[in-house]
């Protein structure tokens, strides 16, 4: 008769198992960290970017306008004839002939909806003014904000 007693068989023990489990962890957990890093920063390069838009668009609509059109008296005045849509609003018509329009489509307003901007013009003299355009944003429970500068110039022949 033989004895078949043999304990070749084997299998993982408790520790064994703990063990893997720790050593996987070890592994995964740094890649969850970068990815999670990676998505918060891509994020706010993304609203600096937004943001950088946002002032350069304001900007350029000041910089379309004659000279002596570009006061303070012209920041959202839609019944003049040269106004500079500095609020974010989804549709934004000026009231003059032809009319200018700004119209933001929906898939994209939703992305800089919680933005704000400001414009401050200040006059150097009789031929030049300094535009400043503030975008500000919430982001991660912290109060951003960007801010861009240009410096235009009357060039007009007879002035």
Known sequence: MLN???NNDRAFS????MIAFAVILAGVIPVFTV???????????ENNAIAYNL????????????FEQVIDANIDAVSKPFCFPVSLTLNYQTKDNPPYKL????????????????MKIEDFGDKMKKIT???????DKVQRR???SAVIIDQRLNN
């Open 4 to 6: 078949n007693n043999n």
């Open 14 to 17: 408790f520790l064994e198992m």
């Open 35 to 45: 990815v999670s890093t990676g998505n918060k920063t891509f994020a706010k390069s």
């Open 55 to 66: 002032a350069m668009e304001a900007l350029e609509w000041a910089r379309s306008a004659p």
């Open 103 to 118: 119209e933001y489509p929906q898939k994209y307003f939703k992305y800089f909806s919680n933005f704000s901007r400001e």
């Open 133 to 139: 355009v503030i975008v500000k944003w919430q982001e």
């Open 146 to 148: 960007e801010e861009v």
